[in-house]
């Protein structure tokens, strides 16, 4: 997925300036907009940063991967494998973000078990 790849390009620069800074990131992101939602954070962390739309789309491209991870119930080497392709990050900022996505996958697993419920209920009242 060479679309994955160019829209991490930011995450990239942000880890050749600063890889303590990126982990940062990919932690506020995690913990505000994948794991639990704070309405209105990507807007505030956009401010005068970075474009909200890419932003937007970089925090919904890892949710996405998140989901793809936990809903396939990957192991930690096989998600830090997957992150390098995907990413093109450090194999350092690929392990912080696996064990990120390891660390909560029990609420993860939940929060995709309730949204396949949700869809369930939405198609046989349709």
């Known amino acids: 997925m060479l679309d994955f790849y160019r829209a991490f390009s930011l995450l990239r620069e942000l880890e050749?300036?600063?890889?303590?800074?990126?982990?940062?990131?990919?932690?506020?992101?995690?913990?505000?907009?994948?794991?639990?939602?704070?309405?209105?954070?990507?807007?505030?962390?956009?401010?005068?940063?970075?474009?909200?739309?890419q932003l937007t789309d970089i925090a919904d491209r890892m949710n996405?991967?998140?989901?793809?991870?936990?809903?396939?119930?990957?192991?930690?080497?096989?998600?830090?494998?997957?992150?390098?392709d995907e990413t093109g990050l450090s194999p350092d900022c690929c392990e912080y973000w696996a064990e990120i996505i390891d660390q909560n996958y029990h609420t993860l697993k939940m929060n995709?078990?309730?949204?396949?419920?949700?869809?369930?209920?939405?198609?046989?009242e349709s």
């Open 64 to 84: 996405y991967l998140t989901e793809y991870y936990v809903s396939r119930s990957y192991n930690l080497p096989g998600m830090m494998r997957d992150l390098q």
């Open 16 to 53: 050749n300036k600063n890889a303590d800074a990126l982990k940062g990131w990919l932690s506020a992101i995690y913990q505000k907009y994948i794991i639990r939602y704070e309405p209105g954070y990507l807007n505030r962390m956009a401010i005068g940063k970075y474009d909200m739309d």
């Open 112 to 124: 995709f078990i309730l949204e396949e419920l949700k869809e369930i209920r939405r198609i046989n």
